[in-house]
């Protein structure tokens, strides 16, 4: 074998390898689309295919009878199941229903029912409906805009501020920033609603929306370290021409920070559609203003007997931020690429 | 007349930086000193809302409840083997699959980057109930497995003994972040460093032992971190899958589920205060060891 | 504790506006007394029932002009947790409901005592069933006012009795059961034991009782206690409590330890019950009730099951609760709605229950599929339920059934409630999940755990 041939086995070896990671990495997005086609009959049922599927069924005389492959006389034949016993069966068949029941001996529930394709688009409507899709996905993409606006006014400021400019206790305050990235919320969690309520926020997304716009310790970090592999000499050729330290920030570092401020906005944005707890405790009791999420758990709670309602408010509840990032994919991937490096 | 104009200078830059840190000086402290300061208070004194009894100090009570709280211990106890499982594998998996994304035989790097960064966008309780849908008894995986000859396949989520790594598959779909982050680091990474590895003769093997992995500590050592914070955090997927039940058998009770449940279901203010402190404490101390452990592994190229 | 939170709260306040320049919303000084309605700590969730609340809602709030009612919709799920958390920031709702015993046990002392009210508006207590406002009398407060009782039954699917060629279980209290072959026996725990076992049937056909039967391919199971929670099984069995009667001594009832030792060998030594890991199987559907899966032949279940029975196919039916040692009880769930005392318009809340339990009780009974409190309505409910379901069911059974009501109820306040609720959750989700233990043991390691808890001031 020449090195060249070993080269493309390789090759292509590894990259079977890698695709079928990725694949069983994937697989639980397809269970996902198929079980959310699922009837409820098939669900109920033992060993069922893995297409979405219906037991084939036939009425007779106003009442419905299950279809089965019965083998008889040698051949496997179609008939529904009229009468259930456990020694004997009596069945009917579908295209002949006059010429009255063959009685099948032995244990009806080791024959297979006879299955007919059936995926329920339905379910889809049904779940659209009951979850109101349109109104939880508002409010999700309004929370997400308004937050991520917030976050990144504030935090571009508070990083221009700790990279920039020399004050009295700069380090403290930088240490005490990074360090509340290790602050468990749930030490601040009981005060904090307690003021909300006090100030009637609560049921409200204002303690949602209001912290945003104070900063947050990863955003202002990654920013921070952003502006300071910015020449100096820039701001200041900035600042001899007279610009002012916020003309300096939006002339200067804002044009050249952009993929590290997209990067922020990606971040946020996907935090904020993902976040869940925060809107679970604000919210709880105001249905309208919940987003996704929420939604999402409390229909899970709802209709967990309905699995195939579950997967398919699954899917769309998904579909936005994956339809999101297959359009901006590359925006994701270079931004976190960018940032990701920096410590 | 120098000195006068450095220090009307230096104030004036002084005065802009704090301005523009304000913002978060002032969140700082209404949403973060205040209320944890606050937290703090409310641990000495008996704040619970079940009990019916005037407020007032309790001193240490609360402290020595905590150590005699068979429950909190079995709580941390269920939240260090999740971490022991879990840690390793969100450190290591994402260095090796990027590893092996960024190899010269792998070809579609782009799309596998982008597949295996896909489901990170995904929002949890999605991703909790599809998975949820993948580990019950009658789902692909063990149909997987018992297809593969798997006999007994484990029941993910209602085996005390198997829920743990149940909840860990679940968790990897957020790996994506991870494995973009080690593409980038191995991006920077000289190739002069390789070649030089080369031309001392060095297997592949060795260069990921002296080349890529010295090279890569700074990017492992931050996912290490961030992992650990987490970690300690962790209860929302078993919330939601089992509305912070603990089941099965506990074994899903995790310390801030435990936490959770003192503050929201038995309304014990002071006791959950106390809770939330352990955890605060305990995070501070790990992360503090591992930054000094860091010094011995990780390798900064050039110091700032 | 409030004038704490006041405190703390004037800090973060002066630092929240300080840095915001926001106002806070005005208190909102309208004419009109504004009550907030909290649901779902029980019923009510369901779409269709949030719609039949919103429209007695509409129709109180136009009916006069003091009384503006706003309906809070919490899932069940986290409705306890979200009403706790409430109550601590001194948001407090002024009604809540519908809400049974054990919802209301959760927030032992945080219920307005209605009597005082009850006699000063003239509240006539007569058309009730005697004695069933003392479902809702606390010690010496009465917390609520009758509205819905719901007595269990046993469901059965008839058709599997048919296939196995065994008689249907009976459905008078106080019949015996006939087997095929004549004999007759008690209609107790033993006998439906063995009736499960004929009724749990494999891949293959064969019963729990045959050869060669493989209890790893179980496709249709004899029987589903009620599985949601420990207390009800046992009082499924005969009435009790975990307390001794001093509020401070556990005892685990002998009639409960023997339910629990029923549940736990039917699922790991007989088979006839599912398994945790089976329950949660689609097939057996998901965390509903299995029975309505129509893979299980009997199960015990509240009245407000006929929600979801509809799946179980259309050949079910209601049977005689089986007796235990000779006495019959059939747990019975009895909801109403309460006002907080937090409320701070009691004598407004109290006027908008009267409406919810009077004039709008019918509808919303019907909504939520329980059985008026008040006997003359009784009739007309079953008569409306019936047109359900295509199928004949003996709705006598559940009326019936009141009789043998659980006393005390297995949902009555015990100390540290919501902390021994959590005990007694993992070990039924631990006796669920782990085949083998020794139950003896797991029995007095409960008793301990329990009473630790209680122990603790």
């Known amino acids: 074998m020449t090195p060249y041939a070993a080269r493309r086995i390789r090759t292509a070896l590894m990259t079977i390898v890698m695709f079928g990671i990725v694949v069983a990495f994937l697989s639980p997005l397809v269970q996902m689309t198929l079980s959310s086609l699922k009837s409820e009959r098939q669900v109920s049922q033992a060993h069922a295919p893995l297409l979405p599927s219906d037991p084939r069924t036939f009425t007779h005389e106003g009442r419905q009878y299950d279809v089965y492959r019965v083998p008889l006389d040698g051949a496997v034949r179609e008939l529904a199941l009229v009468k259930k016993g456990r020694a004997e069966s009596e069945f009917l068949d579908p295209a002949a229903p006059e010429r009255g029941t063959v009685v099948w001996r032995g244990s009806w529930r080791t024959l297979e029912p006879s299955w007919v394709l059936a995926p329920q688009w339905s379910n889809y409507a049904a779940v659209w409906r009951l979850i109101d899709f349109p109104r939880l996905l508002l409010n999700t993409i309004t929370l997400a805009v308004i937050s991520t606006i917030g976050t990144v006014l504030s935090c571009t400021l508070v990083a221009y501020g700790f990279a920039r400019f020399r004050f009295p206790g700069r380090g403290p305050l930088f240490t005490l920033l990074i360090a509340t990235i290790f602050l468990p919320t749930a030490v601040t969690l009981i005060p904090t609603y307690t003021i909300f309520v006090q100030i009637g926020w609560v049921g409200t997304w204002l303690p949602l929306l209001v912290p945003t716009f104070f900063a947050n310790a990863y955003s202002v970090f990654l920013l921070r370290q952003y502006f300071l592999t910015i020449p100096r000499e820039m701001d200041e050729a900035a600042s001899i021409d007279g610009a002012g330290p916020l003309r300096t920030l939006r002339s200067v570092i804002v044009p050249q920070a952009w993929p590290a401020i997209t990067a922020v906005i990606l971040f946020n944005f996907v935090y904020t559609w993902n976040d869940y707890f925060t809107p679970l405790v604000y919210l709880s009791g105001r249905p309208e203003l919940q987003p996704l999420q929420v939604g999402l758990a409390a229909f899970n709670g709802l209709y967990s007997t309905k699995p195939a309602y579950i997967q398919a408010g699954a899917m769309m509840t998904i579909a936005v931020p994956v339809i999101l990032f297959i359009c901006f994919q590359r925006t994701f991937v270079r931004g976190i690429m960018s940032t990701g490096v920096e410590k | ?304 | 504790m409030n004038r704490l939170w006041h405190t703390l709260a004037a800090i973060l306040l002066a630092t929240t506006l300080a840095a915001c320049g926001a106002d806070a919303p005005p208190g909102g000084d309208d004419a009109a007394v504004e009550l907030r309605w909290y649901c779902c700590l029980g019923t009510g969730e369901q779409a269709e029932q949030v719609k039949a609340q919103q429209k007695v809602i509409e129709r109180f709030n136009a009916s006069q002009r003091r009384i503006k009612v706003k309906l809070e919709v919490v899932t069940y799920d986290s409705a306890r947790d979200t009403l706790a958390t409430q109550i601590a920031s001194g948001n407090v709702p002024d009604l809540a409901g519908p809400v049974g015993v054990g919802g209301a046990a959760a927030f032992h002392g945080q219920w307005l005592d209605l009597a005082p009210l009850i006699k000063s508006s003239g509240f006539d207590l007569s058309p009730y069933a005697k004695g069933s406002a003392d479902l809702y009398r606390i010690g010496s407060v009465q917390e609520g006012v009758p509205f819905a009782i719901y007595p269990s039954t046993l469901y059965y699917k008839a058709d599997m009795f048919e296939e196995a060629g065994l008689a249907e279980p009976p459905h008078k209290y106080g019949e015996k059961y006939t087997w095929p072959d004549g004999r007759q026996s008690e209609w107790n725990y033993d006998t439906l034991r063995e009736l499960a076992l004929k009724l749990t049937v494999d891949k293959n056909g064969k019963d729990a009782t045959q050869e060669g039967f493989d209890p790893g391919q179980i496709v249709q199971y004899g029987f589903e206690p009620a599985r949601d929670d420990l207390r009800y099984q046992g009082a499924a069995f005969a009435a009790g409590s975990l307390d001794t009667g001093d509020g401070k001594t556990v005892k685990i009832p002998d009639a409960w330890a023997d339910s629990w030792r029923f549940f736990y060998d039917g699922m790991w030594k007989d088979r006839f019950i599912m398994t945790g890991p089976v329950f949660q199987t689609e097939q057996f559907n998901g965390d509903g009730a299995a029975f309505f899966s129509g893979h299980v032949a009997m199960s015990v279940n509240f009245l407000w099951s006929t929600y979801g029975v509809a799946g179980a196919g259309d050949d079910w039916d209601l049977a005689a609760m089986p007796s235990y040692k000779g006495r019959t009880t059939s747990p019975t769930s009895a909801d109403t709605f309460r006002i907080l005392a937090g409320s701070k318009h009691p004598a407004e809340a109290f006027e908008f229950l009267s409406y919810l339990v009077g004039p709008a009780s019918q509808e919303l009974l019907s909504a939520y599929g329980a059985m008026p409190a008040r006997t003359a309505d009784q009739d007309a409910f079953f008569a409306k339920l019936a047109g359900q379901f295509p199928n004949k069911v003996d709705w006598q059974v559940a009326k019936d059934s009141v009789a043998f009501a659980d006393n005390p109820h297995s949902e009555s306040y015990t100390p540290k409630y919501n902390q021994t609720l959590t005990i007694l959750g993992t070990y039924r989700s631990r006796w669920m999940t782990q085949g083998g233990l020794d139950m003896n043991a797991q029995l007095k390691a409960m008793r301990e755990e329990i009473q630790d808890v209680w122990n603790r001031s």
């Open chain 2, 1 to 304: 007349m120098r000195s006068e104009t450095t220090s009307w200078v230096a104030r004036r830059e002084a005065r802009y930086g704090l301005l523009f840190v304000l913002p978060w000086i002032i969140g700082f402290l209404a949403f973060t000193a205040v209320p944890m300061a606050a937290t703090f208070v409310f641990t000495f004194l008996n704040i619970s809302l079940t009990e019916r009894e005037p407020l007032m100090f309790v001193g240490l009570a609360n402290y020595q409840r905590l150590f005699a709280d068979r429950q909190a211990w079995a709580s941390l106890w269920v939240t260090a083997r999740f971490a022991l499982l879990w840690l390793p594998l969100v450190v290591v998996l994402p260095f090796l699959l990027a590893v092996a994304v960024n190899s010269r035989y792998v070809r579609g790097t782009g799309l596998l980057r982008v597949l295996l960064f896909m489901p990170y966008v995904v929002p949890f309780v999605a991703s909790a109930l599809i998975w949820q849908n993948m580990l019950v008894d009658d789902g692909w995986i063990n149909t997987a497995l018992r297809v593969l000859g798997v006999g007994d396949a484990p029941s993910w989520l209602s085996d005390p003994s198997w829920v743990i790594p149940g909840l860990v598959m679940i968790g990897l779909w957020g790996l994506g972040s991870g494995i973009i982050i080690n593409l980038a680091g191995l991006r920077g990474i000289p190739t002069e460093l390789y070649d030089a590895a080369r031309l001392d003769g060095a297997g592949w093997w060795r260069q990921l032992w002296h080349v890529t992995v010295p090279m890569m500590s700074p990017v492992i050592f931050y996912t290490m971190i961030l992992a650990v914070v987490e970690v300690m955090q962790y209860f929302l997927i078993p919330l939601v899958l089992f509305d912070g039940s603990g089941d099965p058998g506990g074994a899903t009770r995790f310390f801030n589920l435990y936490l959770y449940q003192t503050f929201f279901t038995y309304q014990e203010m002071s006791y959950g205060s106390t809770l939330a402190w352990l955890l605060f404490v305990i995070t501070l101390v790990v992360t503090l060891v591992l930054f000094r452990l860091s010094r011995h592994w990780v390798h900064y190229t050039s110091e700032r």
